[in-house]
T-cell receptor, first 110, second 114 residues
Framework: GQNIDQPTEMTATEGAIVQINCTYQTSGFNGLFWYQQHAGEAPTFLSYNVLDGLEEKGRFSSFLSRSKGYSYLLLKELQMKDSASYLCAVLADSWGKLQFGAGTQVVVTP | NAGVTQTPKFRILKIGQSMTLQCTQDMNHNYMYWYRQDPGMGLKLIYYSVGAGITDKGEVPNGYNVSRSTTEDFPLRLELAAPSQTSVYFC?????????????FGSGTRLTVV
């Protein structure tokens, strides 16, 4: 079957680092996306990994291991505005059909 | 650039009523998608389109229909609304799916069927 797993919730302190893990089992793989979604808003694109390794974008980094079916999103120097749901999504074909995990709610505390 | 525009933002329907959720994009993207998002669940694909005149079913198409007569517009039709269709609906578009462009999402339509 097809499965994308990520933790339901994580809590961290302002200024700290949080790592959100995502494991996947899908019938195909054309890349993995991370999206950020604030409550009541639309998801916004954070990162795309198609090759193994680490992609860094400012305070956010994303890692992929295709052989392990594993990715993580690393959020550094956490700010209160980073409190949101983070969605892991696998692109399983070339038509752009994304399969989403249920999302990880990150709560940043002062 | 407006991006992806969805209307309405909120709607309450009675069981058995029909409605059309509108979605339009001004980025000349060929790829467009409709997703629904239920609490605690990931987004599920309802229908998608890879260009004007071409549509196909996603994971959860039952009770919905779509058309794509122009590149810009991708309306979603609900016939005979049921409580199970209570959800938040997102329309999205993409220039090149397997790339760093990602998707651009509309702001969503929150639908309640009572």
């Amino acid at each position: 079957g097809q499965n994308i797993d990520q933790p339901t919730e994580m809590t961290a302190t302002e200024g700290a680092i949080v790592q959100i893990n995502c494991t996947y089992q899908t019938s195909g793989f054309n890349g993995l996306f991370w999206y950020q979604q604030h409550a009541g808003e639309a998801p916004t694109f954070l990162s795309y990994n198609v090759l193994d390794g680490l992609e860094e974008k400012g305070r956010f980094s994303s890692f992929l291991s295709r052989s392990k079916g594993y990715s993580y999103l690393l959020l550094k120097e956490l700010q209160m505005k980073d409190s949101a749901s983070y969605l892991c999504a696998v692109l399983a074909d070339s038509w752009g059909k994304l399969q989403f995990g249920a999302g990880t709610q990150v709560v940043v505390t002062p | 650039n407006a991006g992806v525009t969805q209307t309405p933002k909120f709607r309450i329907l009675k069981i058995g009523q029909s409605m059309t959720l509108q979605c339009t994009q001004d980025m000349n993207h060929n790829y467009m998608y409709w997703y629904r998002q239920d609490p605690g669940m990931g987004l599920k694909l309802i229908y998608y389109s890879v260009g004007a005149g071409i549509t196909d079913k996603g994971e959860v198409p039952n009770g919905y229909n779509v058309s794509r007569s122009t590149t810009e517009d991708f309306p979603l039709r609900l016939e005979l609304a049921a409580p199970s269709q209570t959800s938040v609906y997102f329309c999205a578009s993409s220039y090149l799916p397997d790339s760093n462009y990602g998707y651009t999402f509309g702001s969503g339509t929150r639908l309640t069927v009572v």
